[in-house]
């Protein structure tokens, strides 16, 4: 099992940042895909971004492509998601995901594991 804890999440003005943790715990969180996806009211969980096991590949959703960055420090089980240039539409609770796969998963069916999600609100 792995147990995954969102952090950092809050209330920020359009244009400003913040910082996602996801620290993750129980089996080898190294050789683990991590994945972020967020869902918002009425809406349906969509994809953000992932990492592969190393750090060395991620992908990103077209509508964060450039604002946002995924990073990861396995020494430290944790996982990130820096927000820059924040809009009211990413105004959702994010959630971080977890895949034994040597591979990158953008697909929400694909992940083994989940964390409690965090909430964004992001203001105009």
């Known amino acids: 099992q792995v147990q995954l804890v969102e952090s950092g999440g809050g209330l920020v003005q359009a244009g400003g940042s913040l910082r996602l943790s996801c620290a993750a715990s129980g089996r080898t969180f190294s050789r683990y895909c991590m994945g972020w996806f967020r869902q918002a009211p009425g809406k349906e969980r969509e994809f953000v971004a992932a990492i592969d096991w190393s750090g060395g590949r991620s992908y990103y959703a077209d509508s964060v492509k450039g604002r946002f960055t995924i990073s990861r420090d396995n020494a430290k089980n944790t996982v990130y998601l820096q927000m820059n240039s924040l809009k009211p539409e990413d105004t959702a609770v994010y959630y971080c995901?977890?895949?034994?796969?040597?591979?990158?998963?953008?697909?929400?069916?694909?992940?083994?594991?989940w964390g409690q999600g965090t909430q964004v609100t992001v203001s105009s």
């Open positions: 995901a977890a895949r034994d796969t040597l591979g990158v998963v953008i697909r929400s069916r694909e992940y083994d594991y």
